[in-house]
């Protein structure tokens, strides 16, 4: 949960960030509200894993192996590259920042906070190459991602059922609510 926290919430804000100059001010205004709340979750999350990473070798081990299942949907996060000048959200100014741009600014906020913490970043390829001022990394699976997000993912039936589940428990309350008025 710490992970998700720091790191998913982290991941998250960086887009979010870039919606906030969006060329519509409702969402803008909005998306400066999520930030603001999005951070006290980081700051949670960060506090968790700090607290286990400095307390026994068991919590330790347990962070580090959150950090290796988290690592492959941090880098998806943003989403695969994609052209400046095909990017319409860009163009229509929803976004200001292209997913690689997002992901590059996310790399050099937490990679130096990830290793502070002695933790193994679960990726041999990633290094920051000082001649393209970039973080080169493992390409992310985008067909792992698109899997999931059509509802295909490992747990997606489980998930899918849990909803019909919450939404049939929540018909039948609503209509015995109802039978009392």
């Not at 960030?17 to 979750?41: G, N």
């Not at 393209?132 to 059509?150: C, H, K, M």
């Not at 039936?157 to 039978?179: I, K, V």
Request: hydrophobic fraction near 40%; charge should be negative.
């Amino acid at each position: 949960i710490g992970m998700i926290a720091w790191l998913v919430d982290a991941a998250a804000i960086v887009a979010q960030q870039a919606l906030r100059d969006s060329s519509y001010a409702p969402y803008a205004r909005t998306m400066r509200k999520i930030c603001w709340e999005e951070s006290v979750h980081i700051m949670h999350g960060r506090d968790g894993v700090v607290t286990m990473v400095t307390g026994t070798t068991t919590q330790r081990a347990q962070i580090q192996e959150a950090l290796d299942r988290w690592w492959g949907p941090l880098m998806q996060m943003h989403g695969p590259r994609s052209p400046r000048e095909r990017d319409l959200d860009l163009r229509w100014r929803i976004k200001a920042k292209t997913s690689e741009e997002l992901r590059q600014e996310f790399l050099s906020i937490y990679v130096p906070r990830i290793l502070e913490l002695g933790l193994v970043i679960p990726d041999p390829e990633l290094r920051f190459d000082e001649v393209t001022d970039e973080w080169q990394y493992t390409e992310p699976d985008w067909a792992e991602l698109r899997t999931v997000v059509t509802n295909h993912g490992p747990m997606s039936q489980e998930r899918l059922a849990f909803r019909r589940l919450a939404r049939e428990e929540g018909r039948a309350n609503d209509e015995r609510w109802h039978m009392r008025k």
